[in-house]
T-cell receptor
Framework: NAGVTQTPKFQVLKTGQSMTLQCAQD?????MYWYRQDPGMGLRLIYY???????DKGEVPNGYNVSRLNKREFSLRLESAAPSQTSVYFC??????????????FGPGTRLTVL | EDQVTQSPEALRLQEGESSSLNCSYT??????LFWYRQDPGKGPEFLFTLYSAGEEKEKERLKATLTKKESFLHITAPKPEDSATYLC???????????FGGGTRLMVKP
């Protein structure tokens, strides 16, 4: 099992450009999450999908959109990138409803710089 | 609003010098408290989940404990390979989200 995979690993954008961060998990998990991690701010939740077909805003959703493409894949889109979106982005998943396991499992991250 | 505060922000230890990391939390209806380890340039790696006050869990040189207001991660006789940032997070009963603390960066010198 690869667990949670993310692409790309690194990306540099110019202000105003758009891009999509991809995330996939092979653990048959129901719930998936997107976080950003900034120095001094810790990990903050952007959006999550409790199950296939649903998405909800987290703590810092402005400037982002998400798509739960199927049970395996959850993408994060920046429509018009801004320097404030320079960060490390992590995708995570957990089994979700019906499971006794609450812990989330994280991918390796995407390091995004917006110039 | 849920709050998680970790202390200290950074901790330097000599190899073999035991210590504890603290995670204080304020949450309405705690469901679980989670500890993660994060190495530079990598994603957080799950360590422990604690659900109720008095609960303890161990893994190698690490032991996590939980009270109604805080959790401790005790590191016994640490080795240089224990150097990492340790993250604490909480979840609520009626929710799906984790709230993270800022982390403690642990450095163990040989």
């Amino acid at each position: 099992n690869a667990g949670v995979t993310q692409t790309p690993k690194f990306q540099v954008l110019k202000t105003g450009q758009s891009m999509t961060l991809q995330c996939a998990q092979d653990m048959n998990h129901n719930s998936m999450y997107w976080y950003r991690q900034d120095p001094g701010m810790g990990l903050r939740l952007i959006y999550y999908s409790a199950s296939e077909g649903t998405t909800d805003k987290g703590e810092v959703p402005n400037g982002y959109n998400v798509s739960r493409l199927n049970k395996r894949e959850f993408s994060l889109r920046l429509e018009s990138a801004a320097p404030s979106q320079t960060s490390v982005y992590f995708c995570a998943s957990k089994p979700g409803q019906g499971s006794l396991m609450d812990e989330q499992f994280f991918g390796p991250g995407t390091r995004l710089t917006v110039l | 609003e849920d709050q998680v505060t970790q202390s200290p922000e950074a901790l330097r230890l000599q190899e073999g010098e035991s210590s504890s990391l603290n995670c204080s939390y304020t949450v309405s209806g705690l469901r679980g408290l989670f500890w993660y380890r994060q190495d530079p340039g990598k994603g957080p790696e799950f360590l422990f989940t604690l659900y109720s006050a008095g609960e303890e869990k161990e893994k190698e040189r690490l032991k996590a404990t939980l009270t109604k207001k805080e959790s401790f991660l005790h590191i016994t006789a640490p080795k240089p390979e224990d150097s990492a940032t340790y993250l604490c997070a909480v979840s609520r009963n009626a929710g799906n989200m984790l709230t993270f603390g800022g982390g403690t960066r642990l450095m163990v010198k040989p």
